[in-house]
């Protein structure tokens, strides 16, 4: 592991000493961003106004106006990037973080973007879904040379049509995207009033295979991911969306990984305003409570903020709400553990018995590898949340300030609005009539819970 | 020697010839210390000399008085966990066989003292009558050569003696190292079925849990079998390990000569640890030239050899002198008295094969010592570097091997912590750590037996190495080579 990170400084050290200064005179400052706080974006300081998006554990790109043409530059690079307290990655990404900064331009804005490479290897940017002219759709050996290590392209074209979009590598994808290359794209509408809501949300959604103990991914990992992320951020490191009551709030979701997400909402409905394509009609959406994300694709769902409390907002995919777990860690639901406990004991001291009645650690916290998240580890004002990965919440509040994302703590219960112990007789639950096995069946080995509550030996 | 007849030897008196009461007093002189039977039957040396050298005294049980103590001082040793020393000790005064061999040094020195002592004169009295005439013949005869040559005689007893006593101080330093060797075994046999204990633990843990999982329903029906036939080898593994002790503990009774209810006692539960460092031997050739009996013994011989060849020399043809008193007396004569001296004329037979083959075996025994130094200095290199290669080696899995495995024993509970990994893959760790102690077991087992095959090599004990540089022995012999 140090070896390859001391490989990959090294190369980008010697990459950015290949950047001539004449060269890098002539292109706009590249931002840097290290912190995975959420920062809220300004105003558009020139330009066209629009309303800007929030990106949560992210930021936008400032640029620079040279002859009405928007300037962007963006530094392919390595990064670290904190997946949620307790855990860094060794990342690539664009100016100090992965995902890259969200770019936000106005539809119709001429927009010039430069490149430069600081990875060990040749890059290039694929702007997707923008309509564009063909050699600056970023495809490295189809539309462009690829982009050396130490040398910056320049993009340029206008951004023609208002929507949702992303960027990311088209070289070496499985290798780049796989550590973290992204980023997100917004190309507002002319008309700021024209689709307006209150708050406007994206994030990109991707996975990495790091072993635990280890920081890199695993570049050649296909199926078998063990991270999941929002934005490169796995629960209980993402940041909650906090809303005001009543707002009209729109989540712009774009997806990288290698697999479709079905993203849920609590306590609301949703309807999917807008796709790859652009925007859709009012009376073409659909209402939703589940959105499922196909793999590339982008969704923009909104819905009206009118419930008070913490909503979930989360993939609805099981694992994806979890950490790291072992793929071949064996079923011991049910499985009666006396007196082999204490044989295992003797053999493996500090062995507990875990998984028998299920996989929830209860609270319990137990040493784990370095630079491994527990798994369902997030914590609520109820206990633990059990959940990790792509989970993340949707805070309503009252009165919050039009602009304030910070995250406003626990919700408040107004009285008995809380499920809570019955104390009383429990009513008899209802059973259906036990029909008779046929003959020939086969009875399958089910054993209900014995009810037993200590893991013996402990 | 044969006795001499002398016709009418005179009745009234006769006396010793002047000659041959010279050579006996001289004989005597020569002989005088080196002559008798000790107490100790001659033990007392070769028990020195080995609680010199390997740091545990033999000891001869020579009456039943003796025996009774050897046996409470047995007892005492065997009332604690024997050590690879007590063993030694126990040993070298409890095995019915070495004692055997210890009585090779009583014969040795009976044979010595019978060597030393004169031999008889011999009396001849003849009395022959008839006709009115009776002839007395009387001689005093003494084997003249044997009288001379006795001190030479005597010397090369002597000489065999020290070969005996030294031959039973080798095979006391090979019981002692073969006593080693088998309490080491029977130590390391031990161990290693504690660790075969623990890995049949680990996998009937499995197979129980695999069962669990089986009757849960979580688990097919070839799973479990897989668990279970792997809990079948580790039991056979540990039958197996059993057998090995039990064959590496009688090994040890039977050097340590023990039976009936002694043979109860117990030994550590653990091999010694590992020195800190290794002996640092700088010229164990040397050393071994200095110290090893058989390198000893080959010179002795070769000096041996050597006098016998002189002797040869001196007594080419004295050994065939013959000297004797001659009286003769006739009634009818005057007694007449003198002595009769015959010597072979060397016309035939110069002595000179006897000699040529007491120079060949004079040149023989040379070349014997140079061989065996060759031997002794070739033993000693091998045995030091196997010693340092088998410290290394046992270091390695004490410093790199046991670390490594704790540490992943360690990262693997992690991963059980976080459910990233399973219990079988703890058990199968545990069943591995387990492997990698025995390993270790195995490589300490070859250092403390490359130790003492060292200390056989080199003759000489190595205290506590690395605490002791150089032996003193290797300064106190230096000069002999």
Not at chain 2, 378 to 407: F, M
Request: with cysteine.
């Amino acid at each position: 592991m140090t070896s390859r990170r001391n490989f990959i400084t090294g190369a980008a050290m010697a990459g950015a000493a290949a950047v001539s200064k004449a060269a890098m005179g002539a292109v706009p400052e590249a931002p840097q961003q290290s912190s995975a706080a959420t920062v809220p974006p300004p105003p558009p300081p020139n330009g066209r106004p629009y309303n800007p998006v929030v990106t949560p554990n992210g930021w936008s790109l400032p640029w620079r106006m040279k002859d009405n043409v928007k300037e962007f530059h963006l530094v392919a690079e390595p990064v670290v990037r904190e997946i949620a307290p307790g855990m860094k990655a060794n990342l690539w990404g664009y100016n100090g973080q992965s995902p890259g900064p969200t770019i936000e331009v106005v539809e119709g804005d001429r927009v010039r973007i430069f490149v430069t490479n600081r990875l060990p290897e040749i890059t290039s940017i694929h702007w997707h879904g923008q309509l564009l002219p063909n050699g600056m759709d970023g495809v490295s050996g189809l539309t462009q040379p690829p982009i050396a290590p130490g040398k910056t392209f320049v993009y340029e074209f206008t951004a023609r049509h208002a929507g949702t979009f992303m960027y990311h590598p088209h070289a070496d994808e499985m290798a780049q995207i796989g550590m973290g290359m992204m980023g997100f794209w917004v190309t507002h509408p002319k008309d700021p009033r024209q689709h307006a809501v209150d708050r406007d949300f994206v994030f990109l959604l991707n996975a990495y295979d790091i072993e635990p103990g280890a920081y890199t991914p695993n570049v050649n990992t296909m199926l078998d991911f063990n991270i999941w992320t929002i934005n490169s951020r796995a629960f209980p490191g993402t940041d909650a969306l906090a809303v005001r009551k009543d707002d009209r709030v729109r989540i712009r979701i774009g997806n990288l990984s290698m697999t479709n997400h079905p993203f849920h909402i609590h306590g609301h409905r949703m309807e999917v305003a807008g796709t790859d394509g652009g925007w859709i009609a009012p009376a073409a959406r659909w209402p939703e409570v589940t959105v499922d994300i196909g793999v590339g694709q982008m969704r923009a769902l909104e819905f009206t903020a009118d419930a008070p409390g913490d909503w979930p907002f989360h993939c609805h995919k099981s694992h994806h709400t979890m950490n790291a777990m072992g793929h071949d860690v064996p079923n011991l639901i049910g499985v009666d553990h006396r007196g082999v406990a204490r044989k295992i004991n003797d053999l493996v001291p500090g062995y507990m018995v875990m998984g028998d009645k299920g996989v929830s650690m209860g609270g319990m916290r137990m040493p784990l590898p370095e630079n491994t998240l527990p798994m369902m580890d997030g914590q609520g004002p109820f206990g633990g949340i059990e959940m990790g990965g792509m989970f993340t919440t949707i805070k309503v509040r009252e009165g919050l300030a039009r602009g304030d994302y910070r995250d406003p703590g626990w919700y408040a219960h107004p009285q008995g609005t809380v499920a809570r112990e019955w104390t009383g007789p429990a009513p008899e639950p209802v059973r259906a009539a036990a029909a008779p096995a046929a003959p020939d069946e086969p009875v399958a080995n089910v054993k209900r819970g014995d009810g037993h509550t200590m893991h013996d030996g402990h | 020697m044969s006795a001499h007849r002398h016709k009418r030897a005179p009745q009234r008196r006769h006396r010793t010839a002047p000659a041959t009461l010279c050579a006996a007093a001289l004989a005597s002189a020569l002989l005088a210390g080196c002559a008798g039977v000790t107490p100790d039957h001659g033990f007392a040396g070769v028990a020195d000399s080995t609680r010199e050298r390997i740091g545990a005294t033999p000891r001869l049980a020579q009456d039943a008085a003796a025996a009774q103590e050897l046996q409470e001082i047995v007892r005492a040793e065997l009332a604690a966990p024997l050590t690879m020393d007590g063993a030694v000790r126990v040993a070298l005064i409890n095995n019915p066989g070495l004692q055997a061999t210890y009585w090779n040094v009583g014969i040795a020195q009976a044979e010595l003292a019978q060597a030393s002592r004169l031999p008889n004169p011999a009396l001849g009295f003849q009395r022959v009558s008839g006709q009115g005439e009776v002839e007395i013949e009387r001689g005093l005869n003494v084997n003249l050569a044997a009288v001379l040559t006795a001190p030479l005689a005597a010397r090369l007893e002597a000489r065999r003696f020290d070969a005996v006593r030294r031959e039973v101080g080798a095979a006391i330093e090979r019981h002692a190292l073969e006593t080693r060797r088998a309490w080491i075994e029977a130590v390391a046999a031990q161990q290693s079925l504690d660790y075969a204990r623990r890995v049949h633990a680990a996998a009937e843990a499995s197979a129980e849990l695999a069962a669990r999982m089986r009757g849960a329903g979580n688990i097919a029906g070839l799973d479990l079998a897989r668990e279970q036939a792997f809990q079948a080898d580790a039991a056979a593994a540990l039958a197996r390990s059993g057998r090995q002790v039990t064959a590496a503990r009688e090994k040890l009774t039977r050097l340590l000569g023990l039976w009936g209810q002694d043979t109860q006692y117990t030994l550590p539960e653990r091999l010694p640890d590992l020195p800190d460092a290794p002996a640092e031997l700088r010229d164990v050739e040397r050393l071994a030239l200095a110290r090893r009996l058989d390198v000893q013994a080959a010179k002795a011989d070769a000096e041996a050899t050597a006098a016998s060849l002189g002797l040869s020399r001196t007594t080419r043809f004295v050994n065939v002198l013959e000297l004797g008193y001659a009286g003769k007396s006739e009634r009818s004569a005057p007694s007449m008295r003198g002595y009769a001296l015959s010597l072979e004329l060397p016309l035939f037979d110069w002595g000179g094969a006897r000699v040529a083959r007491a120079e060949a075996t004079y040149m023989q025994a040379l070349q014997r010592v140079a061989d065996t130094a060759v031997t002794a200095r070739s033993e000693a290199r091998e045995s030091y570097l196997d010693y340092r290669s088998a410290y290394d080696l046992a270091a390695h899995y004490r410093d790199s091997v046991i670390p490594l495995r704790k540490r992943i024993s360690h990262e693997v509970l992690l991963r059980y912590n976080g459910m990233l990994a399973s219990t079988q893959a703890l058990l199968a760790d545990s069943r591995e750590q387990a492997g990698a102690v025995n390993a270790y077991i195995d490589a300490l087992r070859d250092f403390w037996s490359a130790q003492a095959a060292l200390q056989a090599a080199l003759g000489d004990r190595i205290d506590m190495p690395g605490a002791q540089p150089m032996p003193p022995a290797a300064n106190r012999h230096e000069d002999h080579q």
